[in-house]
C-alpha cells in the first residue's frame, strides 16, 4: 500500500519510497486506541474495514499472567480495536550474554497465540525493553559495536522464530531518534538493516516496521527519517510515527 498524498506530518522526499506504508502510534494504554493504515494490499481509504486499529500492551502490564492477558485482549477487543503492539523484549529472553530464558520464550509464544486466539493482530517490538540502562547489549553496542549488531541479529532470529505462527509485523528497535535511546544514533540504520535480515531469514513474509518519535521534545526528527530511508529504506515496509 502506497503512503497518503502528501500528509503534513510525511518529509517531501519520504513520499517517493515504493510500497511503503505508514503507522500512527502515539503514546497509548490499554484504553486509547491508536489509529493506523490498513496493512494489506488495498488502496489507501477511509472506510472504517480498511483501518488497523491496535493498542499498546506491555508483558509487565498482565504481570506475565497469561489469565490476565487474556481479560486485556478482551477489554481491547471491546475497545473496538483489531491489534494489539508488545515487546518481545531482548532482556527478558536473554538477560545475560548467551544465557536464553526457554521459559520465558514459552510465555511470549503462548502470549501471542493467545491474542491471535482473541481475535488480535500481533504487532511485534524487537527490543531490549523498558530498562535499558543496565542491560548488557547497551554497553556491548558502545564498546563492540559489531559484536553488538551480531547479538542482535541472534535475538531477533530466535524471537522471530518463537512467536513467528502467531505474528507477522515485526518492529525493529523502538524510537531510535529519541535523546534518551540508549544505542548510538550511527547504528540507527544498522540495526534497523540486520534486524529486517533476520526477521525475513525466519519469516519471509513478515513486515518490518521501523518507528520514530515525531514530537516536539524530539527536534530534528525529519533528519533522522530521510536518512533511515535514505540507508534502509528498502528493507523497511511500514514506518510508525510516535
Given at each position: 500500500?502506497?503512503?497518503?498524498?502528501?500528509?503534513?506530518?510525511?518529509?517531501?522526499?519520504?513520499?517517493?519510497?515504493?510500497?511503503?506504508?505508514?503507522?500512527?502510534?502515539?503514546?497509548?494504554?490499554?484504553?486509547?486506541?491508536?489509529?493506523?493504515?490498513?496493512?494489506g494490499p488495498a488502496a489507501p481509504s477511509t472506510a472504517t474495514?480498511?483501518?488497523?486499529?491496535?493498542?499498546?500492551?506491555?508483558?509487565?502490564?498482565?504481570?506475565?499472567?497469561?489469565?490476565?492477558?487474556?481479560?486485556?485482549?478482551?477489554?481491547?477487543?471491546?475497545?473496538?480495536?483489531?491489534?494489539?503492539?508488545?515487546?518481545?523484549?531482548?532482556?527478558?529472553?536473554?538477560?545475560?550474554?548467551?544465557?536464553?530464558?526457554?521459559?520465558?520464550?514459552?510465555?511470549?509464544?503462548?502470549y501471542l497465540a493467545l491474542a491471535r486466539e482473541e481475535g488480535l493482530e500481533p504487532i511485534v517490538?524487537?527490543?531490549?525493553?523498558?530498562?535499558?540502562?543496565?542491560?548488557?547489549?547497551?554497553?556491548?553496542?558502545?564498546?563492540?559495536?559489531?559484536?553488538?549488531?551480531?547479538?542482535?541479529?541472534?535475538?531477533?532470529?530466535?524471537?522471530?522464530?518463537?512467536?513467528?505462527?502467531?505474528?507477522?509485523?515485526?518492529?525493529?528497535?523502538?524510537?531510535?531518534?529519541?535523546?534518551?535511546?540508549?544505542?548510538?544514533?550511527?547504528?540507527?540504520?544498522?540495526?534497523?538493516?540486520?534486524?529486517?535480515?533476520?526477521?525475513?531469514?525466519?519469516?519471509?513474509?513478515?513486515?518490518?516496521?521501523?518507528?520514530?518519535?515525531?514530537?516536539?521534545?524530539?527536534?530534528?526528527?525529519?533528519?533522522?527519517?530521510?536518512?533511515?530511508?535514505?540507508?534502509?529504506?528498502?528493507?523497511?515496509?511500514?514506518?510508525?510515527?510516535?
Open positions: 500500500m502506497r503512503p497518503p498524498a502528501a500528509p503534513s506530518c510525511w518529509p517531501g522526499d519520504a513520499g517517493n519510497v515504493p510500497g511503503l506504508s505508514l503507522l500512527a502510534l502515539p503514546s497509548a494504554s490499554i484504553a486509547r486506541p491508536v489509529l493506523a493504515p490498513a496493512l474495514e480498511d483501518l488497523l486499529w491496535s493498542i499498546n500492551l506491555q508483558p509487565g502490564d498482565t504481570g506475565y499472567d497469561l489469565r490476565q492477558a487474556r481479560q486485556a485482549f478482551r477489554a481491547i477487543r471491546g475497545l473496538g480495536a483489531r491489534a494489539v503492539r508488545t515487546d518481545v523484549a531482548w532482556g527478558d529472553l536473554e538477560p545475560t550474554p548467551g544465557a536464553w530464558n526457554v521459559d520465558r520464550e514459552r510465555w511470549y509464544r503462548a517490538i524487537l527490543y531490549g525493553g523498558s530498562r535499558l540502562g543496565g542491560f548488557w547489549a547497551v554497553k556491548l553496542a558502545r564498546e563492540r559495536p559489531a559484536a553488538f549488531l551480531d547479538a542482535y541479529s541472534a535475538y531477533a532470529r530466535r524471537a522471530t522464530a518463537a512467536v513467528a505462527g502467531s505474528a507477522r509485523l515485526f518492529q525493529v528497535w523502538n524510537e531510535a531518534n529519541t535523546p534518551i535511546d540508549a544505542l548510538p544514533s550511527s547504528l540507527d540504520t544498522q540495526v534497523f538493516l540486520a534486524g529486517a535480515a533476520a526477521v525475513r531469514s525466519v519469516k519471509p513474509d513478515a513486515r518490518v516496521i521501523v518507528n520514530l518519535l515525531a514530537a516536539l521534545t524530539s527536534p530534528g526528527w525529519s533528519l533522522h527519517l530521510r536518512r533511515w530511508l535514505r540507508e534502509a529504506g528498502p528493507q523497511i515496509d511500514v514506518l510508525g510515527l510516535d
